[in-house]
């Protein structure tokens, strides 16, 4: 038997009438691929949980949890039960978009990447996270939405972050399991994602962003036992990370531009101006040799100001998602 690649893994908590979606969605993307499909449900308090909606997917190995082991143990334990290598952890809220797999993998071609993730939509189609911002005090920001509402092309680009929801996340299962996995420490949940982040960059990994494919998070807010939750977390990680902290930014003004906190940790920064009034076929030319050179140098910044083109959209399709950060200039 064939050892599948990628082995998707996903945690549900209660009865999560969002997985179904999910999972149809999941099965139209990659019915294709030699895939494993890995959901851990776990009770909630009054004992129900998802296995009759998992029980609706054959091709779905289910791992029962008789107990409610965390966002962080429930991973751990479905993460020791595929033997594959590279693992998709996905929320059970998500719904997969054709093609998202592909530019992940691609992504972790590079061996220093560690974790690949995507920008996350609202049903609507708005940006409802393309990676975060983590501040100094510990709180972060999501870039988009409700977090950080940044310009569209200051953010839809491919580049590293901080780090990423890992409502839908792509990392080698050795990476995985050599970083010790999830913290189980933040059970029940909340910010095991931003720890593993911290933890991979400390060990010389980087979190990409992949802007080629977004998904659609379909997720509600927080309920106010949650927030409480997501609190008593954040004091975990503080305490945690205290010296990975002092490097992070301090939070924005409100008037503040974007660059200070996204480009905190750089190891370059370049400006191409495409003068006005080029012909079209020597600005294609400039922005080209920006763009190749934002993929040369994916832990850079290349940003390229130019005039309005008929071609600008065309342009950011082909080389945003290679590093390249393209502003027009009214």
Same mark, same amino acid.
């Given at each position: 038997?064939?050892?599948?690649?990628?082995?998707?893994?996903?945690?549900?908590?209660?009865?999560?009438?969002?997985?179904?979606?999910?999972?149809?969605?999941?099965?139209?993307?990659?019915a294709?691929?030699?895939?494993?499909?890995v959901?851990?449900?776990?009770?909630?308090?009054?004992?129900e949980?998802?296995?009759?909606?998992?029980?609706r997917?054959?091709?779905?190995?289910?791992?029962?949890?008789?107990?409610?082991?965390? @966002?962080?143990?429930?991973?751990?334990?479905?993460?020791?039960?595929?033997?594959?290598?590279?693992?998709?952890?996905?929320?059970?809220?998500?719904?997969?978009?054709?093609?998202?797999?592909?530019?992940?993998?691609?992504?972790?071609?590079?061996?220093?990447?560690?974790?690949?993730?995507?920008?996350?939509?609202?049903?609507?189609?708005?940006?409802?996270?393309?990676?975060?911002?983590?501040?100094?005090d510990?709180?972060?920001?999501?870039?988009?939405?409700?977090? @950080?509402?940044?310009?569209?092309?200051?953010?839809?680009?491919?580049?590293?972050?901080?780090?990423?929801?890992?409502?839908?996340?792509?990392?080698?299962?050795?990476? @995985?399991l050599?970083?010790?996995?999830?913290?189980?420490?933040y059970?029940?949940?909340? @910010?095991?994602?931003?720890?593993?982040?911290?933890?991979?960059?400390?060990?010389?990994?980087?979190?990409?962003?992949?802007?080629?494919?977004?998904?659609?998070?379909?997720?509600?807010?927080?309920?106010?036992?949650?927030?409480?939750i997501?609190?008593?977390?954040?004091?975990?990680?503080?305490?945690?990370?205290?010296?990975?902290?002092?490097?992070?930014?301090?939070?924005?003004?409100?008037?503040?531009?974007?660059? *200070?906190?996204?480009?905190?940790?750089?190891?370059? *920064?370049?400006?191409?101006?495409?003068?006005?009034?080029?012909?079209?076929?020597?600005?294609?030319?400039?922005?080209?040799?920006?763009?190749?050179?934002?993929?040369?140098?994916?832990?850079?910044?290349?940003?390229?100001?130019?005039?309005?083109?008929?071609?600008?959209?065309?342009? *950011?399709?082909?080389?945003?998602?290679?590093?390249?950060?393209?502003?027009?200039?009214?």
């Amino acid at each position: 038997m064939t050892i599948p690649r990628v082995a998707c893994v996903t945690v549900t908590y209660g009865p999560t009438p969002t997985l179904a979606p999910m999972l149809e969605s999941l099965h139209r993307t990659v019915a294709d691929r030699n895939v494993d499909v890995v959901v851990a449900s776990q009770p909630d308090a009054a004992g129900e949980s998802a296995a009759d909606v998992v029980a609706r997917f054959p091709w779905v190995h289910h791992v029962v949890l008789h107990e409610n082991k965390g @966002f962080a143990g429930a991973n751990n334990l479905a993460v020791s039960e595929v033997d594959c290598t590279l693992v998709a952890f996905l929320n059970p809220d998500l719904i997969l978009t054709e093609g998202w797999l592909d530019p992940l993998e691609e992504a972790l071609g590079d061996p220093t990447v560690t974790i690949a993730a995507p920008p996350l939509l609202t049903p609507g189609g708005e940006i409802d996270e393309a990676g975060q911002i983590m501040y100094s005090d510990g709180g972060s920001e999501p870039w988009g939405g409700s977090g @950080f509402a940044a310009p569209y092309d200051r953010i839809m680009f491919s580049r590293d972050v901080d780090y990423a929801s890992a409502a839908c996340w792509l990392v080698r299962r050795d990476d @995985f399991l050599g970083l010790g996995g999830f913290c189980t420490e933040y059970h029940p949940a909340y @910010f095991e994602d931003v720890d593993f982040a911290f933890r991979a960059r400390r060990s010389g990994g980087r979190t990409r962003l992949v802007t080629k494919r977004p998904v659609v998070h379909d997720h509600a807010l927080p309920k106010p036992d949650r927030v409480g939750i997501a609190m008593s977390s954040r004091e975990i990680f503080r305490h945690r990370q205290a010296d990975e902290l002092r490097s992070q930014p301090d939070r924005r003004s409100e008037d503040e531009g974007v660059e *200070r906190v996204r480009d905190h940790f750089c190891s370059d *920064r370049r400006l191409e101006v495409v003068p006005r009034g080029i012909g079209v076929a020597e600005a294609e030319r400039r922005v080209a040799e920006a763009g190749r050179w934002a993929f040369e140098h994916p832990t850079a910044r290349m940003t390229v100001h130019c005039d309005v083109y008929p071609m600008v959209e065309a342009w *950011r399709r082909q080389w945003c998602p290679s590093g390249l950060e393209l502003l027009v200039e009214p």
